[in-house]
């Protein structure tokens, strides 16, 4: 197990969907992350009221696209929004070791042992869990924690893997979406509730 510090400034977003979208497109045609940056703050390109805010938002996408393959952007300014929302969660899943642990050792194994919802027991016992290796999580306070949770479960949301009533809702990958992540890490694909026969058939 490793105990590699956490980083747990995902709690200043949401999936940003759109804003990634665009963002993605604009470094397939500067193709350098530090351009996009400064014309997205010179033009602010993402309407944000303030700058802070926009430097900010700017900042976050940035640091999760980087995270993938030049084809996977490639892809995901042409994909589906569905798809486009998965790839965005896998970016999350790069950029946030916690958030990816969380979805291979919580959302995936309730989903594959047929447990077809995820709770606010299951989000703090993972925490618990975790806190035993990770000091730095120890010493977030339950505010904090709290609204770690919130966060990570309006995450979940906005890529379609869970329900208003917090249903676990498993993932639906096409031929094409599903090379792209093959293409990555093996480890990818079990960020996301699927079962290995529905990936046997989603392969066909």
């Known amino acids: 197990m490793s105990n590699a510090k956490y980083s747990m400034s995902f709690t200043t977003g949401s999936l940003f969907h759109h804003e990634s979208v665009k963002l993605a497109e604009l470094y ?12 997205v703050v010179a033009d602010n390109l993402l309407q944000s009221r303030t700058q802070s805010t926009l430097k900010r938002i700017c900042r976050e996408v940035i640091s999760r696209l980087r995270t993938l393959t030049q084809n996977t952007l490639e892809f995901l300014i ?16 790069h950029r946030y070791p916690f ?34 290796w990770h000091l730095e999580l120890d010493q977030i306070t339950p505010a904090t924690r709290k609204k770690i949770r919130q966060v990570l479960f309006r995450l979940l949301r906005e890529a379609d893997l869970l329900t208003g ?12 979406l599903l090379q792209i992540i093959h293409q ?12 290995e026969s529905e990936l046997k058939e989603m392969r066909r």
């Open 28 to 39: 397939l045609e500067l193709g350098d992350w530090r351009s996009v940056r400064d014309k």
């Open 78 to 93: 042409t994909a589906s929004h569905q798809e486009q929302a998965y790839l965005l969660w896998l970016a999350i899943c």
């Open 165 to 176: 009533d917090n249903r676990i809702h498993a993932a639906l990958l096409s031929p094409q």
């Open 99 to 132: 958030i990816a642990d969380f979805a291979v050792e919580v959302l995936r194994e309730r989903y594959i042992t047929l447990k077809s919802d995820l709770t606010h027991e299951d989000f703090d016992s993972f925490f618990d869990q975790k806190a035993e």
């Open 184 to 195: 990555g890490s093996h480890r990818e694909v079990l960020y996301l509730p699927i079962f």
